[in-house]
């Protein structure tokens, strides 16, 4: 190789003259620091000094690095799961009435008047006509009392009040200057809005008191009470059908649009109506779970309240062999809410039982077979479940329960569908229905506490044989990257696929997954089909922004719990290949062969199938009864908080 001026270059290796001289001089350097209490400087020779001769030595240090750096990262980033929101109730604003107050509707217009003409042909001229009186209607004349009148109500209310009187001025509850008879059927049904879990008080409305007023003030005292009870009935509509809450200012988990409400429509119906009562109630939902819930609620209003209540400690935690003092109320609450098959079966247990602390092998079988007929796990461990199975619901939580299961009702579409899917979180189950077909219900996986599933409702769109698991960002960050920090090939070898938006595949040592966490950069994994996948053999689909789905899965053991709160948000099923051939109208052998065909594939569902996965702790079940169901997420408790912020708000809206 030649240079400038035609002298050879020497290609310098390590080992040459150069490396032994620069290797030299950094020894000189570590000797002379007496290896410890390095500067800087020496430091950097150090560096120096590894990079050139021990470059291996030199690589691995710096992987050490850089997984120390990628550990000390990741602790600072999470995803966040959705969250509960301070509710923020709906707010009561004043509307005035005044725009109402300008008399038109009996006013006549030139422009609509029929044009006379003389036998000459000539137009007479409208002058010369006679001019027809100005008849007013009551309402007409007793329009300037809404002048200086308001109304403080929802927006909605003040909207359509202002909408009804504009387009149909006219009184509805004002008939020959005096309260009509269809005010009594309409305050009825206001009075009785507790039947379906409302508070009569939002609706509630005085009669006016016209004796020993000049026309003036009865006109006024009239009119007011004509706008303040069609504000009261729409604001029964609105609550009878979308409900007094909000559900999507609870929390982040409820994804629900709120009905819309045509109560200009609405107001026009009951007016014409020959049974106003019965107009306004049919404003509820009409179908068999709200009407099943509707008689639960009377039934348990009538029963007496809190009698002959067994009560077991809270916290009570029995295992075979143990003994404790609340053994004897275990027995009691077997012997009061026990079949009398299990009474029968047990009987010289119940009979020879004298109060005795010790939990008894004989005792032990008789609350196995309790915890049987409860569809229970029969371990005989006496635990929070299977007291609260012993001793019931009291009478106050199921009626609250009820009412929270009506509100919840109006938040989803009065007719579900003929076939469709209702997943119910609280009781951990889903349940296919369609009409001549038997009801089809399993035991589900749902939402960890910390990644509860969502409340909402859409479309069956795909079944998925042998599916790839997309891992969502969510468990890439919180629950993989700690992992790739202590061992950055962690996902080639646990059998994930990585790739890049462009679909380029790449091993997962390569990536920079804290910039993939801080979304710098984008990547894609998946886990490949097969035995350990964690979504099973199959998925069903009802594509969504919640990446919410049903699925398999290979942890089979946790269908036999009877808390099941156990994923990361997803429905897990105990029969999938049932609930696919269910959805797809093809039998269960269908799925089972094209599971074993072994490749990845999606069909189509046909049909319009709905599901629902919704959250209930009182539900009517394939029985006919209501059943109660534990509050899992506690979303019970935030949905009373919202209710009571609700009535609040109401409360000030009166007194204003």
């Known amino acids: 190789m030649q240079l400038d001026g035609g002298k050879a270059a020497s290609v310098r290796q390590p080992g040459t003259f150069l490396g032994n001289s620069v290797k030299a001089a950094l020894m000189a350097t570590v000797i002379a620091s007496g290896f410890s209490g390095l500067s800087v400087e020496t430091a950097s020779a150090q560096g120096l000094f590894q990079r050139l001769f021990n470059p291996e030595n030199h690589r691995r240090q710096q992987e050490r690095e850089r997984q120390e750096h990628l550990r000390k990262q990741a602790a600072t980033v999470k995803v966040s799961a959705p969250r509960y929101l301070n509710y923020s109730a709906d707010a009561w604003k004043p509307v005035s009435l005044e725009t109402l107050s300008e008399k038109k509707t009996a006013e006549l217009k030139p ?123 729409f604001a029964y509509i609105l609550d009878a059908t979308r409900g007094r809450v909000d559900p999507n200012r609870i929390s982040q988990y409820h994804d629900l649009p709120r009905h819309k409400v045509d109560l200009v429509a609405s107001l026009l119906d009951l007016a014409s109506s020959e049974d106003a009562s019965a107009a306004l109630e049919a404003h509820q939902p009409q179908n068999d779970h709200f009407r099943k819930l509707t008689a639960e609620l009377a039934k348990l209003r009538a029963e007496d309240q809190e009698t002959d209540q067994i009560v077991i400690a809270p916290g009570t935690f029995l295992k075979a062999g143990k003994s404790s003092p609340e053994m004897k109320n275990i027995v009691a609450a077997i012997q009061q809410n026990g079949s009398q098959e299990l009474k029968e079966a047990h009987a010289e247990t119940l009979a020879a039982y004298d109060g005795a602390e010790v939990y008894s092998p004989e005792l032990v079988d008789l609350v196995k077979s309790f915890q049987k007929e409860a569809s229970l796990t029969p371990d005989g461990i006496v635990g929070k479940n299977t007291i609260k199975a012993m001793v019931g619901e009291t ?32 009781a951990f189950t889903a349940t296919y229905t369609a009409p001549d077909e038997m009801p089809l219900s399993m035991r589900v996986v749902v939402g960890k506490k910390s990644n509860q599933t969502n409340f909402f409702y859409d479309k069956i769109e795909i079944v998925e044989y042998n599916p790839y698991w997309g891992v969502p960002y969510s468990i890439i960050v919180n629950e993989m990257l700690p992992k790739l920090a202590q061992d950055p090939s962690y996902l080639d070898r646990a059998g994930y ?28 994994v998946r886990q490949y089909p097969g035995r350990s996948n964690a979504l099973g053999e199959v998925k069903i689909l009802f594509p969504n922004r919640h990446h919410i789905y049903m699925h398999d899965t290979p942890a089979k053991n946790l269908f036999k719990k009877d808390m099941r709160a156990f994923s990361h948000g997803c429905i897990r099923l105990h029969d999938p290949k049932a609930m696919a051939a269910a959805v797809l109208g093809k039998s269960k052998d269908y799925v089972t062969s094209r599971i074993g065909a072994g490749q990845n594939e999606q069909e189509k569902v046909n049909g319009d199938i709905p599901v629902y996965v919704s959250y209930f702790t009182a539900w009517l079940e394939l029985d006919g009864e209501i059943a109660y169901y534990s509050d899992v997420y506690d979303r019970d408790r935030y949905l009373l908080k919202a209710i009571e912020k609700t009535r609040s708000v109401r409360e000030k809206a009166r007194a204003s």
């Open 111 to 233: 422009e609509l008047q029929e044009q006379e003409v003389a036998e000459d042909g000539t137009v007479i001229q409208p002058e010369s006509q006679p001019q027809a009186p100005v008849v007013l209607t009551a309402f007409d004349e007793a329009r300037p009392a809404l002048k200086n009148m308001s109304l403080t109500v929802l927006p909605e209310v003040g909207n359509a009040i202002l909408a009804y009187y504009r387009e149909h001025p006219d009184f509805v509850w004002i008939e020959d200057g005096k309260v009509s008879a269809k005010v009594k059927d309409v305050q009825k049904a206001l009075e009785n809005a507790d039947t379906f879990g409302l508070d009569p008080v939002d609706y509630a409305v005085a009669l006016p008191a016209t004796s020993n007023l000049d026309e003036a003030a009865r006109d006024a005292a009239l009119m007011r009470f004509e706008m303040e009870l069609s504000a009261a009935v």
């Open 395 to 426: 009478n106050a939580a199921k009626i609250a329960k009820v009412e929270l299961a009506m509100e919840r009702s109006r938040w989803i579409p009065e007719e579900l569908g003929e076939r469709k899917v209702f997943i119910n979180q609280a």
């Open 497 to 524: 696929e990585v790739t890049t938006p462009g679909g380029r595949q790449i091993s997962s040592a390569a990536v920079d997954w804290y910039a993939v966490a801080s979304k710098q950069q984008s990547i894609n």
